[in-house]
């Protein structure tokens, strides 16, 4: 199965890289939602969309978007797989759909204007020690600094 993420996304990658250390019994690929080789394996994708909930495709096609994906990228793992069949009920579905509203929610705290999530090719960058700094792009270090 094939899980697109959005990489520019810290709290993503974060789950991208906390599954790919769990031990899987479907293999899991992560692409880049929206990257070109995304577009090149799944022209028929709405990728714009790919960027806003994850994403999952599986080997014969399917196309799996937000509750649906957790819980079959869930399934793939050998230590998840009875917690993925809880949650494919109809009640473990509207909690699962709940965990992915949160998410949704705390990717709109960490966004800019107009609901987009801080991305590096926008400017902004992360320091852990004093949070977020923009830097036009095109600016270099003090090339835009305000007079």
């Known amino acids: 199965m094939t ?7 810290p709290l993503c990658t974060y789950v991208r890289d906390w599954l ?7 293999p899991l690929e992560f692409i880049p939602a929206g990257s070109p ?15 806003s909930e994850i994403t999952v495709v599986g080997d014969g096609g399917q196309v799996y978007r937000g509750a649906a994906a957790w819980i ?4 793939a793992l050998r230590d998840h797989r ?12 509207r909690f699962a759909k709940g965990a992915v509203l949160a998410a949704a929610k705390w990717r709109g705290v960490t966004a800019s204007g107009g609901g987009r999530v801080y ?3 926008d400017g902004w960058k992360y320091h852990p020690r004093d949070g977020w700094h923009y830097t036009p ?3 270099g270090s003090d090339a835009c600094a305000a007079p």
Do not use: I
């Open 37 to 51: 080789a995304a577009r090149t394996r799944f022209p028929g994708l709405d990728h714009g969309s790919t960027l």
């Open 137 to 139: 792009p095109g600016c």
């Open 82 to 93: 009875r917690l993925a069949h809880r949650l494919s009920t109809p009640s473990g579905m």
């Open 20 to 26: 790919v250390k769990r031990p899987q019994l479907v």
């Open 72 to 75: 079959v990228t869930l399934w």
């Open 119 to 121: 991305r590096p090719a």
């Open 3 to 9: 899980v697109l993420y959005d990489a520019d996304c």
